[in-house]
């Protein structure tokens, strides 16, 4: 777990500076999130209330309110005798989420297809090249990245924005910042890398193209082929002892 910082949450920027508007519950709960997604939170830790306290600067009661709320959002495990601890990952885990993230993407996308307009359209080129802009930047740099994270997200998000449904949206949301965590182990063990610059573009060309079946078979491909290579550092459903936090 590492210190406290102001960085704000791992998807939302904008997060550290409501820090001193925002309710305590909602502070710790950023925060916290924050960390499990980012991975300075291990899969599995123990979060022990003594001990965020002293991280965050918060007390019992805003603490206790951001776990069970991350409970409910399945990234904290909550157990009366042994208190709260972060999720743990397993290769079994992360093809269910991917399941999930498919079915719910993909008809997000095929509706986005059929409904969007101009400004759907420009938003879609719009995150693109802020992605590129930002990948140009890091070069060959393959560590772990907030800024990238985001507008990764954001070029994610754009291309569903015309679904029409907000809960497929934030389905959506939610299964991309879960999958996040699975994205960092893999950053760290993957040796060979990945051109998902070309993905991006060939999406962002067949979706602005509206092939449907097209896009949403590449998409398909793209989410799996990350799974694929996540559960390949895996071993019999788990992490190497050698690369756990």
Request: charged share 30%.
């Amino acid at each position: 777990m590492r210190a406290n910082d102001t960085n704000g949450s791992l998807i939302d920027p904008a997060a550290a500076s409501r820090e001193n508007t925002s309710p305590l519950s909602e502070q710790a709960y950023q925060l916290i999130r924050q960390d499990i997604l980012a991975g300075h939170i291990a899969p599995g830790e123990k979060l022990r209330i003594e001990a965020l306290r002293t991280m965050y600067g918060l007390s019992n009661t805003p603490l206790r309110e951001a776990l069970n709320r991350l409970a409910a959002e399945q990234l904290v495990i909550s157990d009366e005798r042994r208190g709260f601890r972060s999720t743990p990952v397993s290769a079994e885990d992360f093809w269910d989420l991917t399941t999930y993230r498919i079915a719910i993407e993909n008809a997000a996308l095929t509706d986005a297809i059929r409904n969007g307009d101009d400004e759907w359209e420009s938003g879609i080129v719009a995150a693109f090249h802020r992605m590129e802009v930002f990948q140009g930047r890091l070069g060959r740099d393959r560590k772990p990245n907030d800024e990238w994270t985001r507008r990764h997200k954001e070029f994610h998000m754009a291309l569903i924005a015309a679904c029409g449904s907000t809960r497929m949206i934030a389905a959506c949301s939610t299964m991309f910042d879960h999958a996040e965590r699975y994205r960092r182990i893999l950053l760290l063990h993957r040796r060979k890398p990945r051109d998902a610059r070309a993905e991006h573009q060939q999406l962002m060309q067949l979706t602005l193209a509206r092939k449907e079946a097209t896009a949403a078979a590449l998409l398909r491909d793209h989410v799996l082929r990350t799974a694929e290579t996540v559960t390949g550092i895996f071993k019999d459903g788990r992490l190497p002892t050698a690369t756990r936090r």
